[in-house]
């Protein structure tokens, strides 16, 4: 028989379980263009972020006045539709370019 502890335990473990490939958590395919700065792999959504931050990161694509701001490269156009975007604005780019 299992203690309160125990169960406790099985039941955030069974939560996190069901957590883990859904939401966030999910993998996505990235399309064509997205794959060009994240890779064609199926990733978790929020990796796709953490990728794409790194990628602006490393080419020095903020505005250095307005750190909000993303100046975008010929890969990043095409995933944006524009020259430039808010941080806020992202996401909403970035999820249009993947599937689930």
Do not use: C
Not at 19 to 43: W, Y
Not at 62 to 89: C, S, W
């Amino acid at each position: 028989m299992a203690t309160g502890k125990q169960q406790e335990g099985a039941e955030k473990a069974a939560k996190k379980q069901t957590r883990e490939g859904t939401g966030i958590h999910a993998p996505v395919q990235p399309s064509t263009e997205l794959g060009a700065v994240v890779g064609n792999d199926k990733l978790p959504r929020s990796q796709v972020i953490s990728k794409v931050w790194d990628y602006i990161k490393s080419n020095n694509l903020q505005n250095p006045e307005n750190k909000r701001e993303i100046m975008a490269d010929d890969k990043l156009k095409k995933v944006f539709g524009k020259d430039k975007v808010t941080m806020f604005e992202m996401n909403k780019h970035i999820s249009a370019h993947v599937k689930s």
